[in-house]
């Protein structure tokens, strides 16, 4: 049976103003569960305007960020609550397996507490401004937040940047992928129930081209928050900047994962396919650049591949499974297409390469885990983001060679260094030109913690004080404290200023 999913705006579940409906396709049978509304551009300004009536009237804004904070707390044990059919729903509209779902869902309430905090303990700050006058700077909310977010943490991502929006006393229009629309509705629902005002949150599904442009492009936003690829990323920033609408991005990337010569070979390698297959390998951090020093490449190759083909495939809603199907034909195609070019262009497939055959597979848009060598600058692979279940391998000569490599890319989101030895864990980690590395380790986050690329990768970052502070803008007080009377136009022969 499809279920309806509306928009949701000024607290009310909506059809689209002309009716238009997209079907959400379960990527592990091709069924389609859900028939969700479009929103037109008219909605999408109808969502704006609620959101800017909800903050011009202060129903949220000058709520004293102690509330705000007890409303996020509510907010977060009611997630705590209903985490088990979220984690099913997000499973059925994106095919992630229920067991990753479930790990990084439990997760979120963090998002929730971590920001009402940071608005409680927020304080402002008192410049010297010299001996007449006191200074106070404010941080002040901005306005309406757009958050247009990608497909591949549906319900991680909204909240990262929802989270820090509303607790600095925001309102927020959302706009979900196409492929992952559901979730975010449930939760705008959830964030009511707990005691966030009508209008405060509101969601508009809809297709990118569509209903993402009519939002990159309005000029009511105070600030517009994106996560997705870095060609769509230019295209939004573009379209913001004409409003002057300051922009957060949080874009593409091609991790490597530098694994020096002193490591337990098993441990590095279980790693490696930690960080290259979480998410049937769909993550912006994904350890897509297997770098390996030559002294214990073939070992280490040997039991990379080995792990990589004992993979299990199947439907993500069994427990047993460890990688679910890709999220849509398109995104499938995308990777056969790359994996094809790497063959022709002289890579070697060790494991993979290729959708798996047997009836189980036959609806669903399955790519095996692959594992591919002999790969270097010269082929599309190597500076590329598939954004799928593909990783490639290869040699480094010395802690030079392997930095040289990890930095030749357009992108700078994330890497991870594999070593025992303390100094050169901290000497690499600091060459490296990317936002976050992690060191024996791949894929950690914390709500405290900031989350952003350099190059390609992005503009601003999420999670921790900045990403608080983003969402607020600076209001200067200057306060004359002098009881001295002070009259410039009063007489030209008082020449104390001159
Ligand atoms: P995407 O195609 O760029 O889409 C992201 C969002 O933008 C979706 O809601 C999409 O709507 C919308 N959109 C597309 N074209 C638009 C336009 N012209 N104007 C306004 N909005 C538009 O990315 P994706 O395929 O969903 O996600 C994969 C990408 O996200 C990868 O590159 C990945 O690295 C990146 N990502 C980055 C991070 C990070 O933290 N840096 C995290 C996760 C993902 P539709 O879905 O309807 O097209």
Redesign the pocket.
Known sequence: MTEKILLHINGQDVPSSDGAVFSVKNPATGEEPYAVSHATPDDVDAAIQSGQRAFEDGRWRDVPARERARVLNRAAALLTERIDELARLETVQIGRTLREMRAQLRRLPEWLEYFGAVAQTAEDTGPNFGAEHLNVVRRVPIGVIGL??????PLL?TMKKLSAALAAGNSVVI?????GPVVPVLLAKLLEEAGVPAGVVNVIPG???TT??AL?EHPGLAKLDF????E?GR??AANAGHSLIPVTA????KAPVLVFEDVDINRAAAGALFAAFIATGQ??VQGARILVDRRIYGDFVEALTKRVSALRLGDPLDLQTQMGPMVSEAQREKTADAVNRARAQGATVLSGGRAPEGQQYERGWFYEPTLVADVGPLQDLWYE?V?GPVTLVVPFDNEADAIQQANDSPFG?AASVWTQEIGRAIRVSKALQCGIVWINDHHRIDPASP?G?FKD??LGSENGLDAYNACTKKQSLIINTSDSHFDWFASVEDLRYS
């Open positions: 247009i977010t990608p497909w591949n943490h991502i706009k979900p992928s196409e492929l297709l990118g081209r993402g442009k990159s996560t997705g690829g870095t769509t295209v939004i949080e874009l593409g990337g993550t912006c983001e954004f989101l989350w690329g990768s992005g």
